[in-house]
């Protein structure tokens, strides 16, 4: 019989392949591949088909959804022996689904048993293109004999442990079954002789029961499907099936931290109980877990994790004291078993210690420091947030304090300050001893540590010496030729030439020029006394202040431009053999953060800026600051004599070999040192000290 069903399924596929490369539908005139069956559920011929079968067919391509209406679908029953009933056609729901193009049949009610069933699709199914099928297509099943339904599986399984409390008890069938046979008489559950009373329901192909109060802990219960139950063909079972399990046992508290009479307890400590299984986290509240001093309870929150719950107290702890805590029996595992009894434990805090600083950052005597670094200290354990401020947390610059803002987070304080460090500095950070942990105990006394922070950028700062409080200082000459010129907060002097050759200024000659809070010295002055050893010993630590300029070679020289205007130079030494321009263009020193970088420019033979325009140059000849750069940190070192451009703003010290001309509204914050020649300012030019 089986040889016969390939054979018979080979012929079908060759004489329906036959007429699959030439397809054309009369009505629609269309041609192109054919739509075939290409198989069926059941198979042609299949024997012992389950009456409950649902039968698809299955085509070579997605067909139209409108073409499968019932009369394109027949399902035959077997008619009576020697014809004396006709074949009736079975009722059901037909269903196309067009992502497998399988066509589904439901029929309304089970098949018989051990009967033949014929099936056609009509050849008014068509395709997406109107193809229709071209040939109906037919073939036969049978339906097995009575086949009783079995539970496959149950929930708990048999013999199953630590079941939860709250269980719904479930058996699965083998087919689909008649739920109005499925009630609390045939399916029970019983703890030994008892009865345990529960409603039962049944959804898909299972049924369920649901106790009516919780299960006992560590006791066995049977379930029971009795041969009342029944399929959908009204067959039993063929025996009762009967099952066992038996539920979860109740929890314990297995640990505490701190342990039952421990001492020395911290007094920011967080309470914990460990219990032996989970459990159920809404059980675990400020009623359920509990810390008290004697009769007073403490103020706290709960809460669980794994299988830990944490008693975090409001407020720390007081030293050298006794704390009980308790787990009520309200605490419940997920199994919602409570614990047997109250679990209750002891432990004693330590003394009160203070607190202490235990890390820095910087580290004490730390080197290379960077110029934005954020000050940190941590300690020991909370602190009072209120307590550290930029009166308990401070930071100086030998004697100067430093600006910054200060914080707090967990057990770090932070120290930001308002501006960069200064570079080649030694700073003092100090936590006083006004710094307090949460309880209010301060520390046993100031903790003080020192830092320093990165090497300037550039070369060493040229040192003037006594010249540094010059704002002119020439050889032979000193004038103010025109305009109401200013040195500010600046001496001016001259050495060895004598106070007759300081012209232009009020003090001299009545002219317009004028010097605020500095005064003038001459080589003849005879008071104040010493005057001309004073200026004597500027000029040689002017020359000195040159030789070093000019000497520098740490870090390397770099070549200068011929012309500064519009370029941006980072610290250094910028050296040029002969002339140095400075003319198309503001020049900007770009000091990187470090306001202690240095430049100095070393110029052979002369220097000279160029502007033009009202003041400020608008064509350029200015030196701009950036970056945190101070004009007392630029030098010029001129080899012989240097122009200050007119309308520019300069800045920096020019150290000149020879003379130095300020043109007319130049602007210096800075230095004109001349060691031999003159210093003129031609009119309108201000000095203000760097």
């Known amino acids: 019989m089986k040889t016969k069903n390939v054979w018979t399924t080979v012929i079908a596929a060759f004489l329906m392949a036959s007429i699959v490369s030439s397809c054309k539908d009369e009505n629609t005139e269309k041609g192109g591949l054919c739509p075939l069956v290409i198989s069926t559920n059941p198979v042609n011929l299949a024997t012992g088909v389950p009456v409950g079968q649902v039968v698809t067919v299955t085509f070579n391509e997605a067909m139209n959804p409108a073409t499968i209406t019932p009369a394109a679908f027949t399902l035959l029953s077997p008619g009576s022996p020697g014809g004396r009933s006709e074949a009736t056609k079975i009722a059901g729901a037909l269903s196309y689904d067009p992502s497998t193009y399988t066509m589904s049949f439901v029929p309304g009610t089970n098949l018989a048993t051990n009967a033949t069933y014929t099936g056609t699709v009509a050849t008014s199914v068509k395709d997406m293109r109107g193809n229709a099928l071209q040939v109906a297509y037919t073939w036969t099943f049978s339906t097995g004999i009575t086949v009783s339904p079995t539970v496959v599986a149950t929930d708990p399984a048999n013999n199953a442990t630590g079941v939860v409390l709250g269980k719904t008890v479930t058996a699965t069938f083998s087919m689909p079954m008649n739920p109005l046979t499925l009630t609390a008489a045939t399916f029970t559950l019983s703890q030994g002789a008892t009865a345990v009373a529960g409603a039962v329901s049944y959804t898909g192909s299972t049924a369920s029961f649901v106790p ?3 299960l006992l802990p560590s006791t066995v219960y049977t379930g029971t499907v009795t041969i009342g139950a029944k399929n959908s063909a009204g067959t039993s079972l063929v025996n009762n099936y009967v099952w066992s399990f038996t539920t979860g046992a109740q929890p314990t508290v297995i640990s505490t931290d701190p342990l039952n009479l421990a001492t020395g307890v911290a007094l920011n400590k967080v309470v914990g109980a460990t219990f032996s299984v989970p459990m159920d986290p809404l059980s675990l509240t400020a009623t359920t877990f509990t810390l008290n001093q004697g009769a007073t309870a403490v103020a706290g929150t709960v809460s669980y994790t794994g299988s830990t719950a944490s008693f975090t107290p409001t407020s ?44 820095t950052d910087p580290l004490n005597l730390a080197t290379g420091v960077a110029l934005n670094k954020v000050i940190t200290a941590n300690f020991s354990e909370a602190m009072d947030p209120t307590s550290i401020t930029s009166l308990t947390f401070t930071l100086m610059l030998g004697a100067t304090p430093v600006a910054g803002v200060v914080s707090y987070v967990g057990t770090t304080a932070t120290f930001t300050p308002s501006a960069n460090l200064l570079s080649g500095s030694t700073y003092t950070a100090t936590i006083t001893s006004a710094a307090k942990n949460v309880p209010g105990i301060s520390l ?8 320093s922070t990165n090497t300037p950028l550039g070369p060493p700062v040229v040192n003037l010496g006594s010249v540094a409080r010059f704002g002119i200082i020439a050889g032979v000459g000193v004038s103010n030729n025109a305009g109401p010129s200013q040195i500010n907060d600046l001496d001016v002097g001259i050495y060895p030439g004598a106070r007759s050759s300081i012209t232009g200024f ?14 003038f010295y001459a080589a003849d002055d005879i008071a104040p006394p010493g005057t001309n050893a004073m200026l004597n010993q500027a000029q040689l630590d002017l020359v000195v202040a040159y030789n070093q300029a000019a000497g520098a070679t740490t870090p390397a020289p770099n070549v200068a431009p011929a012309d500064l205007g519009g370029q941006t130079l980072a610290p250094g030494i910028w050296t040029s053999a002969s002339t140095m321009l400075l003319q198309n263009g503001n020049l900007t020193l770009d000091a990187q953060g470090d306001a202690n970088a240095v430049w100095i420019f070393q110029i052979g ?45 300069f800045k920096g010290n020019v150290l000149a070999f020879s003379s130095i001309t300020m043109n007319s509204g130049a602007v210096a914050e800075g230095r004109m040192l001349a060691r031999n020649g003159a210093v003129v300012m031609t009119s309108t030019n201000i000095i203000n000290k760097p």
């Open 212 to 214: 009516s109060i919780a």
């Open 444 to 451: 046993a006394s100031n903790y003080i540590w020192n830092f």
């Open 316 to 359: 720390p702890l007081i030293a050298s004291t006794i704390y009980t805590g308790t787990i009520t029996t309200g605490a419940k595992n997920v199994a919602g078993l409570p614990l047997a009894n109250n679990f209750v434990w002891s432990f004693t805090t330590g003394a009160a210690l203070p607190p202490t600083v235990i890390l």
């Open 506 to 519: 009020f003090v001299v000659d009545g002219g317009p020029g004028l010097i605020n809070n500095g005064a």
């Open 605 to 649: 033979s002369a220097f000279t800026s160029i502007g033009s325009g009202p003041f400020p140059s608008a064509s350029g000849g200015n030196v701009i600051l950036a970056g945190g750069a101070q004009a007392k940190n630029v030098f010029w070192q001129v080899g012989s004599s240097a122009i200050i451009g007119d309308f520019t703003s």
